[in-house]
């Protein structure tokens, strides 16, 4: 049981600097290449933004794992880590 806990921790580690690091980038790089394309004349008017911060990536990304968690969509740890240690 010890080493199924310490095998989990690269894993969740991974996870979570993930959520904190790579969504919000992610989120805020998707936003700046498709929402000026697909609303031209409000990103023109100022009723969207063209461009959003960090910050707000981080709002985002949160918010769509929120949204991802309470719709049954997740990656099973479970599973991941023993298909990861049948390779072994």
């Given at each position: 049981m010890k080493k199924y806990i310490l095998g989990l921790y690269p894993i969740v580690f991974l996870l979570v600097l993930g959520v904190f690091l790579l969504g919000p980038f992610l989120v805020s790089w998707i936003w700046a290449w498709a929402i000026p394309d697909l609303f031209?004349?409000?990103v023109k008017n100022g009723l969207v933004a063209g461009t959003i911060?960090?910050?707000t990536?981080?709002?985002i990304s949160i918010f769509i794992a929120f949204l991802m968690s309470i719709s049954g969509t997740r990656l099973?740890?479970?599973k991941?880590?023993?298909g990861h240690k049948k390779e072994d």
């Open positions: 031209p004349g409000a911060s960090w910050m990536g981080f709002k099973s740890l479970k991941i880590y023993h």
